[in-house]
């Protein structure tokens, strides 16, 4: 995977994260705290902002066109719509704080897997180019 300007947290703490979100079952008991789900779904948006400006840099270096930058624009538009959402308050219950990071937890997932393949299609033009 190409490497990440934003270093807030490093990948596997931000993977940590999103394996401990999408864990939780929302419709059942042991939720975590309020406050837990919430301080969550804010480091998942400080680092999911900082993946999408990586992501836009990155996809200057493929065709517009192609299948892979499509495909990365569609991820970094729902991005867009989601990563600047309000803030839920305080007193959100457990369940939607919990919903909350869920739903940031799966777009960083989308977020990283774009990075993958556009750094992929990259190499691949790069690896066209030197034959």
Same mark, same amino acid.
């Not at 079952?25 to 999408?52: C, F, K, N, W």
């Not at 729902?78 to 909350?100: I, K, N, T, V």
């Given at each position: 995977?190409?490497?990440?300007?934003?270093?807030?947290?490093?990948?596997?703490?931000?993977?940590?994260l999103?394996?401990t979100?999408l864990?939780?079952?929302v419709?059942?008991?042991?939720?975590?705290?309020?406050?837990?789900?919430?301080?969550?779904?804010?480091?998942?948006?400080?680092?999911?902002?900082?993946? =999408?400006?990586d992501?836009?840099?990155q996809?200057?270096?493929?065709?517009?066109?192609?299948? =892979?930058?499509?495909?990365?624009?569609?991820?970094?538009?729902?991005a867009?719509r989601?990563?600047y959402l309000?803030?839920?308050?305080?007193?959100?219950?457990?369940?939607s704080?919990?919903?909350?990071?869920?739903?940031l937890a799966?777009?960083?997932?989308?977020?990283?897997?774009?990075?993958?393949q556009?750094?992929?299609a990259?190499?691949l033009?790069t690896?066209k180019?030197?034959?």
């Amino acid at each position: 995977m190409a490497a990440l300007t934003t270093k807030a947290l490093d990948t596997d703490e931000i993977l940590a994260l999103v394996k401990t979100a999408l864990s939780w079952d929302v419709h059942g008991a042991g939720l975590p705290a309020v406050e837990d789900a919430l301080s969550m779904a804010q480091e998942l948006t400080s680092y999911g902002r900082g993946i =999408v400006e990586d992501l836009r840099t990155q996809c200057l270096d493929i065709l517009a066109d192609s299948e =892979v930058a499509v495909r990365a624009q569609a991820t970094l538009g729902e991005a867009s719509r989601r990563l600047y959402l309000r803030p839920l308050e305080g007193s959100a219950s457990p369940r939607s704080a919990a919903q909350r990071a869920q739903n940031l937890a799966r777009l960083v997932q989308s977020l990283l897997r774009a990075v993958v393949q556009v750094d992929q299609a990259q190499t691949l033009i790069t690896t066209k180019g030197t034959q």
